[in-house]
């Protein structure tokens, strides 16, 4: 099944793309689990952020009214008041753990949502989501089909990670992998190899009205594991009866 826009109509009048999202989340961590060697498994990760009307909390908190019924040798009224914004961002995709009584993150799927791309702390949210994956030693594999917003997620980690891609690549929707190549602490003593980090990356640029590729996610200590995108999202929609 060819990838279809779920940013835009007609899509959008048919089904939500965070309902996609949400399920091939959960398609996918379902499908690694058969994959998967014993003591390790993979779970979906879906939350998405809420706007929150600030002015309408404010009142909530402090009240309409000002207080009154009571004395003291200081000022009632504050000279400032402060309110904390936070960042919402969405973190959709799947974790895949070694189980045991010390979980470890081996590897990651992040399915790129459109918060992911629309603010610079929301960028910057992700790429270091995603450092902290890559840095741990666990394969990363990123799918942006995201129509509405434009910005390179993949470029800005190439970047941060610290290695100019040549040529560029620029594609607008991609799905990518990365294999993380650390160096390695000798038998020995404690110093590491002088060998400077490695991240091995498979890249696909991505159509509306094409398949989907199949891509390896490297598990720490496992290995790769092939991670089909085109079956899962057919059955995401199947599933979810487009």
Known sequence: MPLRDHFRPPMTDVIGWTSVHGAWAA?????LNRLLPAGYYAAPLTKFGIEIDVAALDVRRNGSQPVT???SDWPTAPTQTLVRQATLTDEVGVRIYAGGPRRMLVGAIELVSPANKDRAESRNAFLNKGMDVLRSGAGLIVVDVV??????LHRALVERWGGPQEPPFGADLYATAYRPILPQRSEDNEDIDEVPPRLDIWAEALTVGRALPT?????LDVGPVGVDLEATYEQTLRGLRF
């Open 27 to 31: 398609v996918l961590a379902f499908d």
């Open 69 to 71: 019924g009571f004395s």
């Open 147 to 152: 129509t509405e917003r434009h910005f390179n």
């Open 215 to 219: 891509l390896p996610l490297w598990l």
